[in-house]
């Protein structure tokens, strides 16, 4: 079946060491997105792509960083500079980079930093 | 940037009962969709409605752009109808979408 994969479900890491998040589609949706979910909150945008080897910041890029070296793969990478990073991670797709198709969510991982 | 304001913020219903769900926002979007989040935190896609009314089931949503607001209809709800029903929008300028802080629904059985 299509979908989007992330991977762990859970992660835990002590402050100070850098994660990475695992996002995968076979959608073959050109659009992949990376949002942060708070406990009693709304998602915010961190960081999207629209097309491959390029990206974009979101509202709240700062202390994570990303690639696109391919189409399928969106891997997220929570570093030491992010103050606060313990929160549930959910990464997107669309097929249309533009404002016309609707977005599709993973499952999410829940990091946990203590 | 653009503000998005859903209500209510919670919703206890028996099964059976009706609901609907409201989002505003503060400028003129093109790109609007509603999602549900189920207690597993899995956020499914229900309707891409910039405008005009879409229906699926037990669900349906209208979007007013012109009055830059957006309803979702739950009708007969069940127990799976429990979660938090989230509203997200794209306005001209951004390139992704802008979500409210969602409602929490509860369906009792």
């Known amino acids: 079946d299509g979908g989007i994969t992330q991977s762990p479900k859970y992660l835990f890491r002590k402050e100070g060491q850098n994660v990475t998040l695992s996002c995968e589609q076979n959608l073959n949706h050109d659009a992949m997105y990376w949002y942060r979910q708070d406990p009693g909150q709304g998602l915010r945008l961190i960081y999207y792509s629209q097309i491959v080897n390029d990206f974009q910041k979101g509202d709240i890029a700062e202390g994570y960083s990303v690639s696109r070296e391919k189409k399928e793969s969106f891997p997220l990478t929570v570093t030491s500079a992010q103050k606060n990073p313990t929160a549930f991670y959910l990464c997107a797709s669309s097929i249309d980079p533009g404002n016309n198709s609707p977005l599709h969510f993973g499952n999410g991982t829940r990091l946990t930093v203590t | 940037g653009i503000q998005v304001e859903q209500s209510p913020p919670d919703l206890i219903l028996q099964e059976g009962a009706n609901s609907t769900l409201r989002c505003n926002f503060s400028?003129?979007?093109?790109?609007l969709q509603w999602f549900h989040q189920n207690p597993w935190g899995q956020l499914i896609n229900l309707f891409y409605i910039p405008s005009g009314t879409k229906q699926n089931g037990r669900l349906s949503a209208t979007t007013v752009a012109t009055d830059r607001y957006s309803l979702l209809y739950i009708s007969s709800s069940q127990t799976p109808d429990s979660g938090v029903y989230f509203c997200?929008?794209?306005?001209?300028?951004?390139?992704?979408?802008?979500f409210g802080k969602g409602t929490h629904l509860i369906i009792q059985p």
């Open positions: 400028d003129s979007v093109n790109n």
């Open positions: 997200a929008v794209q306005g001209g300028g951004a390139d992704g979408l802008t």
